[in-house]
């Protein structure tokens, strides 16, 4: 079955990096969509970053755009968001989700979802 797994949230101070990873299964990495979605505490699930299944389309909210950079290496069926330049603003719980749309950058445009990670970033 569909499944995708988070890993790499921690806490960092405010102008750190962290690079979180999307473990995927079930599906083919190269001919699907994959983005990332962070959920803020107390506040609703907002798009971060998408990279279309053909990896040539990248797509970023313009909160995080020249600080993350989203990436797939479809050998080892991962994609990757890097995050540099960190703020407190950052903190939230991040998703990564598969999307049968070339580009997707709302909530509803993905069908799966994996089950989160925590990134705390500190002022």
């Known amino acids: 079955q569909v499944q995708l797994v988070e890993s790499g949230g921690g806490s960092v101070q405010a102008g750190g990096s962290l690079r979180l990873s999307c473990a995927v299964s079930g599906f083919t990495l190269s001919s699907n969509t994959v983005g990332w979605f962070r959920q803020p505490p107390g506040k609703e699930r907002d798009f971060v970053a998408t990279?279309?299944?053909?990896?040539?389309?990248?797509v970023y909210a313009d909160s995080v755009k020249g600080r993350f950079t989203i990436s797939r290496d479809n050998a080892k069926n991962t994609v990757y968001l890097q995050m540099n330049s960190l703020e407190p603003e950052d903190t939230a719980v991040y998703y990564c989700?598969?999307?049968?749309?070339?580009?997707?950058?709302?909530?509803?445009?993905?069908?799966?979802w994996g089950q989160g990670t925590q990134v705390t970033v500190s002022s």
């Open positions: 990279l279309s299944w053909s990896g040539g389309s990248a």
């Open positions: 989700a598969r999307s049968p749309f070339t580009v997707a950058t709302r909530l509803r445009e993905y069908n799966y």
